[in-house]
């Protein structure tokens, strides 16, 4: 076992004493640095990009060799699960994902079953492996799934969607079918975290990005419950450490004093929550990950900077926070803006930590 060189993340994680506030970036490997691009256009298109160890591995490490992270993240994308279901995954330019083979009825739903995880998704460990070897300690690596009812909406939309009408009149009409949409999906993650811990991942996230589109109680009876059946089935230990969970509910505002109920070790929050009232909302019960708008890089220097500094001051004193956007990176912004927003967190974080 390579020692862990960097563990400032994984110690801000568990609200243990650190000397800076943590930084990671979400989609911190993506279009915005010219050298994915690059790597992107050798593979031929995104989905054989996440099947290639060698070339996921790559561009996983690329922000890495810009920036003083605290963090890895897995690249790969939170639909392989339902493509290991045979949903026939595919990326059209200017759309977004597509399946050929969406489940639209009840009798579709019914028929989904858990898939042999190890031999559809194997190119993913491979992948956690190869990166796992060439981070050689130097900060840890993030694994990252779906929540059931994001990955869900994509299944049942046939893609994305911004109202997600037939998932939600499942929700009033067919609540026992979309349970059991939730229950496989859950089931398959629980199989599909668990091989990425073992293959090396140090933390999981798991990303809920629309399960606040769904009124509160929906979203504690299909979003939350099947998050918190997935953290009930993780491995939570290995190689004598604690394996870290993060939940990231996008727009989740009052419902994280729900989620810090789960079982998880922390919760991202967007930027529609003050960092202030999320402490309140959550108490010490997880550490917060957050929650810079992404906008702001687009921003000057001094404008990042301040932004900054006004969401290290709204976390406030004290271990727990991991300094992040309140989203991923957008495909626009200019890399060198957020070599601005990482100096600025190691600057500027140490004060909060005396």
């Keep these: 076992m390579t020692e862990l060189k960097n563990d400032v993340f994984l110690r801000a994680l568990l609200r243990e004493p650190v000397s800076r506030t943590p930084v990671w970036i979400m989609r911190q490997a993506g279009r915005y640095l010219p050298e994915y691009r ?28 810009r920036y003083k992270l605290d963090a ?3 690249f790969s994308d939170i639909l392989t699960v339902p493509d290991a279901m045979g949903l026939g995954l595919h990326f059209i330019t200017g759309e977004g994902p597509k399946f050929k083979n969406p489940v639209q009825t009840a009798d579709a739903i019914r028929a989904l079953r858990v ?29 990252f799934a779906g929540s059931p009812f994001t990955v869900g909406t994509y299944m049942v939309e046939g893609g ?11 929700a009033k009409e067919s609540p026992e079918v979309l349970s059991h949409l939730m229950d496989i999906v859950a089931e398959t993650t629980i199989e599909y975290l668990n091989g990425q811990i073992e ?3 140090q933390i999981v996230q798991i990303f809920d990005t629309w ?36 939940l990231f509910t996008k727009g989740a505002g009052p419902l994280l004093s729900d989620l810090s109920e789960t079982g998880c070790d922390a919760l991202g929050v967007d930027w529609t929550t003050d960092l202030a009232t999320a402490r309140e909302y959550v108490g010490d019960k997880v550490a917060l990950q957050g929650n810079l708008d992404p906008a702001t890089l687009r921003e000057s220097p001094e404008v990042i900077r301040q932004g900054v500094a006004d969401t290290l001051a709204s976390y406030g ?8 956007l309140g989203h991923g990176i957008t495909p626009d912004i200019d890399p060198d803006h ?17």
């Excluded at 998704?121 to 690596?141: H, K, M, Q, S, W």
């Excluded at 994305?160 to 499942?170: D, G, N, Q, V, Y």
């Excluded at 509160?216 to 997935?230: L, N, T, W």
Aim: with cysteine.
């Design 160 to 170: 994305s969607s911004r109202e997600f009408p037939t998932i939600k009149a499942l």
């Design 211 to 246: 399960g606040a589109a769904l009124a509160p109680d929906d979203f504690r009876r299909f979003s939350m419950a099947s998050m918190q059946k997935i953290i009930d089935g993780l491995i939570r230990e290995k190689d004598g450490r604690k394996i870290p969970v993060i």
């Design 38 to 65: 690059e790597v992107r256009s050798q593979a031929g298109d995104f989905m054989s990009l996440c099947r290639n160890p060698e070339l996921a591995c790559e561009v996983t490490m690329q922000p890495l060799r």
């Design 199 to 201: 293959a090396g991942a």
């Design 72 to 74: 890895a993240i897995l």
């Design 338 to 354: 957020l070599g601005a927003l990482v100096d600025a967190v190691h600057e500027l974080s140490p004060k909060y930590h005396e």
């Design 115 to 143: 898939p042999d995880v190890e031999g559809k998704l194997g190119y993913v460990f491979d992948a956690v492996r190869t990166i796992r070897r060439e981070l050689n300690g130097e900060v840890p690596l993030i694994g």
């Design 317 to 324: 004193n004290g271990p727990g926070h991991v300094f992040n």
